[in-house]
């Protein structure tokens, strides 16, 4: 029997409920008072373990910065997996798109350091694209990852728009088109179908 998960720590609290926040309701909307009561704590407390909301918007970014987890399915696998990766997410009722796009959107190009994390997460997907299609022997690898990321980024935005978690489902088809121009097989690659009570808006 696995031991228990061992008790959260005040900081990791406080960055749990800075996340939550920040991502459903906005990073300008939330200031270090809204968290501190979330919580139950002072901001004197907050500020022990953060010194400043910026610390803590920068923390926040980290944390949702995940590397895409090993697979030993076929790169092409891969690659397409993750528009349906997206799919599921889009009908997911807390979705609100990426939050690193949401951080620049909201702070501005201004704030060098919420736009820094956010390159660095960007070029970090579109490298995770390049490398698996190195291995896969495409030619011009490099751009093909940009315009991956590019279908990635776009379906995110469709979504919220239409609130119609199907745009993963075209991008995953252009994505498609794509491989197969760059001579991949990737045999049926058939979309899977999301579950959700959502339902497309009309354009």
């Not at 090993?70 to 799919?87: M, W």
């Not at 807390?94 to 796009?101: E, M, N, T």
């Not at 694209?129 to 469709?158: H, P, W």
Request: aromatic share 6%; proline share 7%; glycine share 4%.
């Amino acid at each position: 029997m696995a031991p228990p998960p061992a008790p959260q720590t005040m900081k990791e609290r406080i960055l749990e409920t800075a996340d939550k926040l920040f991502y459903l309701q906005g990073i300008r909307a939330i200031g270090v008072d809204t968290i501190a009561a979330e919580i139950g704590i002072s901001k004197r407390t907050l500020y022990n373990h953060f010194p400043s909301k910026d610390a803590l918007i920068a923390a926040y970014l980290e944390r949702r910065f995940v590397q895409p987890r090993a697979s030993d399915k076929r790169p092409a696998e891969q690659i397409l997996a993750t528009f349906d990766s997206l799919e599921r997410r889009f009908a997911a009722k807390d979705f609100r798109g990426c939050p690193f796009v949401n951080a620049v959107a909201e702070l501005g190009p201004a704030d060098r350091a919420v736009k820094k994390i956010a390159i660095a997460f960007k070029e970090s997907r579109r490298v995770w694209f390049r490398d698996r299609l190195n291995e896969l022997g495409v030619t011009n690898a490099e751009a093909l990852a940009t315009q991956l990321a590019l279908l990635v980024d776009g379906s995110i935005a469709q979504d919220l728009v239409r609130d119609d978690p199907a745009m993963a489902r075209a991008a995953k088809d252009a994505a498609t088109v794509l491989l197969r121009n760059a001579g991949v097989d990737v045999g049926d690659a058939k979309p899977v179908k999301a579950t959700t009570g959502r339902k497309p808006t009309p354009p």
